[in-house]
């Protein structure tokens, strides 16, 4: 079993100025075939919920990022692996939700309404903990938080 990267994916951003979005899909790209410099460079315009645009979590568009990267077949001619990527990817997505009640960069910041869902580094670690439970199963020891709803 590898070692939780949770931690690693709160700390690049944190530390190291990723984005969301880089932070998680960075952390773990090296397992799925996709090198990291290209990662960073695909992933830029996705801070601040897409091009600071306060839609879609960062962190969430990351995930979605590994998820295609685990399930696609990257196959034109063969479509096959499009409807489970996609189911695979709204199941991570209803989890989310689930647990922050919106999967919106502005909504969980508290920036529409007044009053923060999830800070970015609580839904980094979500996104960083999703991959490793549902698309590395098995792979990695269990993450235990240090500050739950940070």
């Known amino acids: ?9 709160v700390d690049r951003r944190a530390k190291h100025g990723y984005n969301c979005a880089q932070a998680v899909a960075c952390t773990y790209c090296d397992l799925l075939g996709m090198d990291e410099p290209t990662a960073l460079r695909a992933l830029e315009a996705f801070a601040g919920g897409i091009a600071a645009s306060g839609a879609t979590c960062g962190a969430v568009c990351g995930l979605m990022v590994l998820t295609g990267l685990k399930n696609s077949s990257g196959n034109l001619t063969d479509r096959s692996s499009k409807g489970a990527t996609v189911q695979a990817g709204a199941k991570l997505l209803k989890q989310f939700e689930n647990w ?9 910041k508290g920036i529409s309404t007044g009053r923060v869902l999830r800070s970015c580094s609580g839904c980094i670690a979500d996104c960083a903990r999703l991959a490793e439970e549902f698309l590395f199963a098995g792979q990695f ?6 500050h739950d709803k940070e």
Do not use: F, H, K, T
């Not at 922050?100 to 969980?108: F, P, Q, Y």
């Open 100 to 108: 922050n009640g919106s999967s919106l960069c502005r909504e969980l």
């Open 1 to 9: 079993m590898i070692q939780s990267r949770v931690q690693q994916a």
């Open 141 to 146: 020891e269990p993450y235990s938080p240090r």
